[in-house]
């Protein structure tokens, strides 16, 4: 069985699904993987709407490489 790869950010308190971000920041990786590809985290702030509890999440990842980038 395949692995999803959509990200759900669902509130730790409550779990109420939140869907954009409020805030979002970048972390790149100081190291590459075996194959020499750096990955780019994206992360976000999340504000649940019924318990108001903040969480951050991982909103995105990416692989960029020599053949090009890999979501």
């Known amino acids: 069985m395949p692995k999803s790869r959509t990200k759900q950010n669902n509130c730790p308190e409550c779990g ?3 869907k954009e971000p409020y805030k979002t920041w ?3 990786a100081p190291f ?4 020499m590809r ?3 985290t994206i ?3 999340f504000e649940c709407p019924s318990c108001g509890k903040k969480f951050r999440g991982v909103v ?3 692989k ?4 090009g980038i890999e979501l």
């Open 16 to 18: 109420t699904l939140v």
């Open 26 to 28: 970048e972390l790149v």
């Open 32 to 35: 590459p993987d075996k194959k």
């Open 38 to 40: 750096i990955t780019v």
């Open 43 to 45: 992360f976000g702030m």
């Open 60 to 62: 995105s990842k990416a």
């Open 64 to 67: 960029l490489g020599s053949e």
